[in-house]
C-alpha cells in the first residue's frame, strides 16, 4: 500500500495480496501431496455481525490427525487446519479437571464453569444466561445443530435450555418450546412427543404441536428442511457414519436463513461422531464424523469470505478415548490409533478460527474466554452474566 499525492490511502496493492492469499478450490486441499495449500487469510477487523461455533465433541488433535491422515495422506490438508489462527482450549470444568459435555457446553454456552452433568445453571442452581439468549435480546437470529446426537442432549441444550442434570430430557424439550431459537435440528423426535402419541413424554404434552401454533415448522429430511419458508423450524434428522453430508445441507439452510436477520445471527454446530468414536474405540467414526464436520466448516468459510462480518470457529468441548497415534512403518501414511480410555480426558482441544478479530483468539484460552470474547464482539450487553 502507498500514499497518493491527495494523501489517500491507495488499497489496490492490499486487495491483490488479499486475493493472492485466499484458497484454492477447498475440495482441493486433501489431494495436497507435499507443501503446504495456499491459507486462508486474516480479514479485515471490521463489526462482528455474526458467529458460527462449530464443535467436534470429544475432538482433540489426534482426532483431526488420524482423520485427515486416513482419507488425505500425511502430506495432505483439512479445511480447518488452514485457518489462520490457531490456539489451544482449556476444558476443565469447575470441580473437577475432566469435564463432561454438560460443563462443556455450558461454558462455551455462559462463560461460566459449572458442574458436570449441569446444563446452564451455576452450582448453587442459579440460571446462567446464555448467548443465544442474549443475541435474541439485541434482535439477532440464532440456530443450534446437531447431526448425529438428540437435541436434548448436552451440547445444543447448553444454549438455550437450564436443567440441573442433562439426562432431564422431556424438561429440556418443553424449554425449547419457549426459547425462540430460529432453527433446531438434531435428533430424538420422541422427547417432544406424548407417550400415547409416538415419544415418552408422561405429561401428555406434544411439544411439537405447541412448537407450530407459534409458527415452527416440523420437517424430518434434508430436502423438507431446505423447502421450509417458516420463520422459525425444528428438525429431526440423524447422519451416520459414511453417511452422505447431511450436517453441510443443514448448514448451508442455517446460513441462508439466518444471515436475512440484518442484526446478525449466532450459530452452533455440532459433530458429535468423534466423541462417539472416543468412547467406542472406533477409529472409522471418528475419520468419517472429522470429514463431515471439516465439510461443513468449508460451507461457513465461504460464506464468511463474502460477507466479511462473520466470525467462524472451531473447537471441541473435550478430548475422548485418549487418542494417541503411532505409526505403521516407511511405507505407507497410515497410522495406528491406541486409546488409552473410554471416557473424556483432561487434555486441551485446539481451536481454530477466522473472520474480523479473529486474532484475540490466539494463545492459551480457557473454554469460558471463548464465550467471553464471543459477547464482546457481538456488543451482547451484559453478558457474560447470571440471571
Same mark, same amino acid.
Given at each position: 500500500?502507498?500514499?497518493?499525492?491527495?494523501?489517500?490511502?491507495?488499497?489496490?496493492?492490499?486487495?491483490?495480496?488479499?486475493?493472492?492469499?485466499?484458497?484454492?478450490?477447498?475440495?482441493?486441499?486433501?489431494?495436497?501431496?507435499?507443501?503446504?495449500?495456499?491459507?486462508?487469510?486474516?480479514?479485515?477487523?471490521?463489526?462482528?455481525?455474526?458467529?458460527?461455533?462449530?464443535?467436534?465433541?470429544?475432538?482433540?488433535?489426534?482426532?483431526?490427525?488420524?482423520?485427515?491422515?486416513?482419507?488425505?495422506?500425511?502430506?495432505?490438508?483439512?479445511?480447518?487446519?488452514?485457518?489462520?489462527? @490457531?490456539?489451544?482450549?482449556?476444558?476443565?470444568?469447575?470441580?473437577?479437571?475432566?469435564?463432561?459435555?454438560?460443563?462443556?457446553?455450558?461454558?462455551?454456552?455462559?462463560?461460566?464453569?459449572?458442574?458436570?452433568?449441569?446444563?446452564?445453571?451455576?452450582?448453587?442452581?442459579?440460571?446462567?444466561?446464555?448467548?443465544?439468549?442474549?443475541?435474541?435480546?439485541?434482535?439477532?437470529?440464532?440456530?443450534?445443530?446437531?447431526?448425529?446426537?438428540?437435541?436434548?442432549?448436552?451440547? *445444543?441444550?447448553?444454549?438455550?435450555?437450564?436443567?440441573?442434570?442433562?439426562?432431564?430430557?422431556?424438561?429440556?424439550?418443553?424449554?425449547?418450546?419457549?426459547?425462540?431459537?430460529?432453527?433446531?435440528?438434531?435428533?430424538?423426535?420422541?422427547?417432544?412427543?406424548?407417550?400415547?402419541?409416538?415419544?415418552?413424554?408422561?405429561?401428555?404434552?406434544?411439544?411439537?404441536?405447541?412448537?407450530?401454533?407459534?409458527?415452527?415448522?416440523?420437517?424430518?429430511?434434508?430436502?423438507?428442511?431446505?423447502?421450509?419458508?417458516?420463520?422459525?423450524?425444528?428438525?429431526?434428522?440423524?447422519?451416520?457414519?459414511?453417511?452422505?453430508?447431511?450436517?453441510?445441507?443443514? @448448514?448451508?439452510?442455517?446460513?441462508?436463513?439466518?444471515?436475512?436477520?440484518?442484526?446478525?445471527?449466532?450459530?452452533?454446530?455440532?459433530?458429535?461422531?468423534?466423541?462417539?468414536?472416543?468412547?467406542?474405540?472406533?477409529?472409522?467414526?471418528?475419520?468419517?464424523?472429522?470429514?463431515?464436520?471439516?465439510?461443513?466448516?468449508?460451507?461457513?468459510?465461504?460464506?464468511?469470505?463474502?460477507?466479511?462480518?462473520?466470525?467462524?470457529?472451531?473447537?471441541?468441548?473435550?478430548?475422548?478415548?485418549?487418542?494417541?497415534?503411532?505409526?505403521?512403518?516407511?511405507?505407507?501414511?497410515?497410522?495406528?490409533?491406541?486409546?488409552?480410555?473410554?471416557?473424556?480426558?483432561?487434555?486441551?482441544?485446539?481451536?481454530?478460527?477466522?473472520? *474480523?478479530?479473529?486474532?484475540?483468539?490466539?494463545?492459551?484460552?480457557?473454554?469460558?474466554?471463548?464465550?467471553?470474547?464471543?459477547?464482546?464482539?457481538?456488543?451482547?450487553?451484559?453478558?457474560?452474566?447470571?440471571?
Amino acid at each position: 500500500m502507498w500514499v497518493d499525492a491527495k494523501g489517500r490511502w491507495v488499497l489496490a496493492v492490499v486487495a491483490a495480496l488479499l486475493f493472492l492469499c485466499s484458497p484454492a478450490d477447498p475440495s482441493l486441499f486433501a489431494q495436497a501431496s507435499g507443501g503446504r495449500p495456499v491459507q486462508y487469510p486474516m480479514m479485515p477487523d471490521a463489526s462482528v455481525r455474526n458467529v458460527v461455533l462449530f464443535i467436534g465433541d470429544g475432538m482433540g488433535l489426534a482426532h483431526l490427525s488420524a482423520s485427515r491422515i486416513n482419507l488425505a495422506g500425511a502430506n495432505g490438508w483439512y479445511t480447518i487446519e488452514c485457518m489462520p489462527v @490457531t490456539s489451544l482450549v482449556r476444558t476443565n470444568s469447575i470441580d473437577d479437571p475432566v469435564t463432561d459435555s454438560a460443563a462443556g457446553a455450558t461454558a462455551y454456552a455462559t462463560g461460566h464453569k459449572t458442574r458436570n452433568r449441569m446444563i446452564s445453571l451455576a452450582p448453587d442452581s442459579t440460571r446462567l444466561r446464555t448467548i443465544v439468549e442474549a443475541a435474541r435480546e439485541k434482535g439477532m437470529a440464532t440456530g443450534l445443530i446437531t447431526m448425529g446426537d438428540d437435541l436434548t442432549g448436552a451440547t *445444543p441444550s447448553a444454549f438455550a435450555t437450564h436443567v440441573p442434570d442433562r439426562g432431564l430430557s422431556e424438561d429440556i424439550a418443553a424449554q425449547y418450546a419457549g426459547s425462540g431459537v430460529d432453527l433446531l435440528i438434531g435428533s430424538g423426535e420422541k422427547y417432544f412427543l406424548p407417550d400415547s402419541g409416538g415419544g415418552v413424554r408422561k405429561d401428555r404434552r406434544n411439544i411439537l404441536d405447541e412448537m407450530k401454533q407459534s409458527g415452527y415448522a416440523v420437517v424430518r429430511s434434508i430436502p423438507e428442511l431446505e423447502a421450509a419458508q417458516n420463520k422459525k423450524i425444528i428438525g429431526f434428522m440423524t447422519v451416520a457414519e459414511n453417511s452422505d453430508d447431511k450436517i453441510v445441507s443443514a @448448514t448451508g439452510k442455517a446460513l441462508q436463513m439466518l444471515s436475512k436477520n440484518k442484526k446478525g445471527f449466532f450459530l452452533m454446530v455440532e459433530c458429535p461422531l468423534p466423541d462417539h468414536g472416543g468412547h467406542s474405540h472406533d477409529s472409522s467414526a471418528i475419520v468419517d464424523g472429522i470429514r463431515q464436520l471439516d465439510n461443513a466448516v468449508k460451507v461457513a468459510l465461504e460464506f464468511a469470505q463474502k460477507d466479511k462480518h462473520t466470525l467462524v470457529l472451531v473447537t471441541a468441548d473435550h478430548e475422548t478415548g485418549g487418542l494417541a497415534l503411532t505409526g505403521k512403518g516407511k511405507r505407507t501414511a497410515s497410522v495406528n490409533t491406541v486409546f488409552s480410555t473410554g471416557s473424556h480426558t483432561a487434555v486441551p482441544v485446539p481451536l481454530f478460527a477466522f473472520g *474480523p478479530h479473529a486474532i484475540r483468539f490466539t494463545g492459551m484460552k480457557d473454554n469460558t474466554e471463548v464465550a467471553s470474547l464471543c459477547g464482546k464482539l457481538l456488543r451482547l450487553h451484559g453478558f457474560p452474566s447470571k440471571q
